[in-house]
């Protein structure tokens, strides 16, 4: 029986050490049927995509707090593509101020949310970009 | 270039689709896998199998370190099994989180895997993920199971040395005899030993090993240790690795080793070919006789065993 799954890495870059938000995320997205590897705190650029090339996930989801976003979310978009993995979609959640969101979408992240973001509208967006990097890949 | 090919010259992308491939039983996966087959049956296949909570991804962690920076440097491959909700199919695999010491070595390759509904302690797929692992060149290819009890026993036939994971306070002396998870050890670890009540779990579970392996009858039979560790700060890891050296060497040198691929491979075939059967027959007969053998076995007038006999004698039930 073939089953094909969606597989999102939920991953917190950077050193700040609150990551609620991001397992609530992953909560939802596994009660919407999806494989979420989960790969805990304080993660490098360099181990996010480690895990995406490992897990071959469709998806990456990014949750930053710290305000090092412009640093962190960028780095790891370079190291999929070096990789091979351009089709992988990057969404980030966490507090991005709104003057980052355009530099952010030209560099290729799929969605951002900010906080008040319902968890179903998160759900919706990670199918939505799975859609689109399929038909990349 | 084909996914297998590019597998062997070391992509590791290509890895990781292969194993997206043969999870979902694409067909590219199981084309991959039998290009690979002829590549396999080097790695030693280890099980790191114990409930919920006794550490079992911490001392995979540090057991992989530990062999890394060890005297062979064996190349490690991880799968690590976490349980996929049987309400929505969708699963959270947190094995990663407490393998952050291998992050960044490319002689480490860690797959986090969800059960998919299948019972045992492993998923459907594990064994061709594992030969896939095998056949991509990992010396040492582990599996973490899901946490597990007294029953999820899978593991033991698919690794050549099971670890069983205790830890203090879990169990008392009717635990550790009772039938199942303790059989299949090849090692036991203590984990957490660090903790109140250790050195009793070490000392009962000695005494039960001692009154199952009669001194008698030492040397042909293995006799699994029983270790302490501390996983999280690499205590007593090291004996681990030796003694999963030792078991291999035991496996070899009384030829249990070929005796347990000849008995997988059978089982395995035996497994495929009742699949493969059921298939054929659906396809060779209408659905139509197997729902009215249904119907008739509800209404109690055939016994399900009888019913199926009827089907396959190609009687109208």
Known sequence: ?137 | MDLATQVREGDRRALGRLLTLIENDDPEGLEGLSALYPHTGRAHIVGITGASGTGKSTLVNRLAYTLRHGASRPTVAVVAVDPSSPFTGGAILGDRIRMHDLAGDRGVFIRSMASRGALGGLAAATGSLVAALDGAGFDIVMIETVGAGQSEVEIARTAHTTIVVEAPGLGDEVQAIKAGILEIADILVVNKADRPGADHAVRMLRATLEAAYPSAEAGSRWKPPVLPTVATKGDGVEEVAQAIFRHREFLVGTGRLERFRRDRARAEMEMLLRESLFVHWRKANTAGEFEAALERVLAHQMAPRQAVETLLAGGKV
């Not at chain 1, 890495?9 to 049927?33: C, T, Y």
């Not at chain 1, 412009?70 to 979609?89: F, N, T």
């Open chain 1, 1 to 137: 029986m073939p089953q094909k799954k969606t597989r999102v890495l939920v991953a917190k870059p950077g050193l700040d050490g609150h990551d609620r938000g991001a397992k609530v995320i992953a909560r939802a997205l596994r009660d919407s049927g999806m494989e979420v590897i989960y790969t805990g705190l304080r993660q490098t650029p360099e181990m996010i995509a480690e895990a995406a090339l490992h897990e071959d996930v469709d998806v990456v989801g990014l949750s930053v707090l710290s305000g090092a976003h412009m640093a962190l979310v960028p780095r790891v978009l370079e190291l999929l593509r070096g990789q091979g993995q351009g089709h992988v979609r990057v969404l980030v959640g966490g507090i991005i101020p709104d003057e980052d969101v355009p530099a952010l979408k030209a560099l290729g992240v799929a969605e951002i949310f900010g906080p008040g973001t319902t968890t179903h509208s998160v759900v919706e967006a990670v199918r939505k970009a799975v859609a689109t990097g399929q038909a990349e890949a």
